[in-house]
């Protein structure tokens, strides 16, 4: 059985604080990916990053940063010093086992960044 | 260029009239992806195309009807829908259906804002 957990239902901070969302992905399977979406107010799911279960080097992208461990299972994303604009849903989606296609969506993650 | 273009943005239909919703790309993916997302839900997969036949239906009801005319096109077809079908109804695209490609990143659109009355 696969499952994927996303424990933080809503994150509230103050501009300019770091904020680490979690997400856990229980599989059996060896192989895998690793998927961070973003949900602003307006609707679009804009992706934000891919992993590969062989690859645990963690990524920076400027204020974005990835951790990702695979002996706990855990894929967790790191916003530096948050801005307004990074108000959203986050969503962390899996995608489990050779030749499959379908993103299987945490529930997210609703970050709101105050002024 | 990453865009995947939803029309219409908004839509409102009463439980008798029949609507389409378009998806449309330009980044020759030949997998396309309908999901539906329901308020402060994740979305979930109604149907997925893959050179341009449909490859999964996700035991979506019939008043749901998907249609692919092109490689860069998908419709989803409304009919006779129930006020518990309101919801956010996003298109997706990706290079293939096939995981391990590299680069094979499901794109988004906007959605369509759909409201049964």
């Known amino acids: 059985a696969q499952k994927v957990t996303q424990a933080q239902t809503e994150i509230s901070v103050v501009e300019k604080e770091d904020v680490t969302l979690d997400c856990v992905y229980e599989?059996?399977?060896?192989?895998?990916?690793l998927f961070w979406y973003k949900q602003p107010p307006s609707g679009e799911l804009v992706f934000l990053i891919r992993?590969?279960?062989?690859?645990?080097q963690n990524e920076i992208s400027g204020r974005y940063s990835w951790n990702f461990q695979k002996s706990t299972s855990s894929f967790n994303f790191t916003i530096t010093a948050s801005q307004v604009v990074d108000s959203a849903v986050y969503f962390c989606a899996p995608l489990s086992g050779a030749g499959s296609y379908q993103l299987t969506f945490g529930k997210g993650t609703k970050l709101s960044v105050i002024p | 260029d990453t865009e995947v273009t939803q029309t219409p943005k908004h839509l409102v239909m009463g439980m008798t009239n029949k609507k389409s919703l378009k998806c449309e790309q330009h980044?020759?993916?030949?997998?396309m992806y309908w999901y539906k997302q329901k308020a402060k839900k994740p979305p979930e997969l109604m149907f997925v195309y893959s050179y341009e036949k449909l490859s999964i239906n996700e035991s979506v009801p019939s008043r749901f009807s998907p249609e692919c005319p092109n490689s860069s096109l998908l419709n989803l077809h409304l009919h006779a829908l129930q006020p518990e079908d309101s919801a956010l109804y996003l298109c997706?695209?990706?290079?293939?259906?096939?995981?391990?490609?590299?680069?094979?990143?499901?794109?988004f659109g906007a959605g369509t804002r759909l409201s049964v009355l």
């Open positions: 980044m020759g993916h030949r997998a």
């Open positions: 599989t059996r399977d060896t192989t895998y990916y």
């Open positions: 997706a695209s990706s290079l293939t259906l096939i995981t391990g490609v590299a680069k094979n990143i499901q794109y």
């Open positions: 992993r590969n279960s062989f690859d645990e």
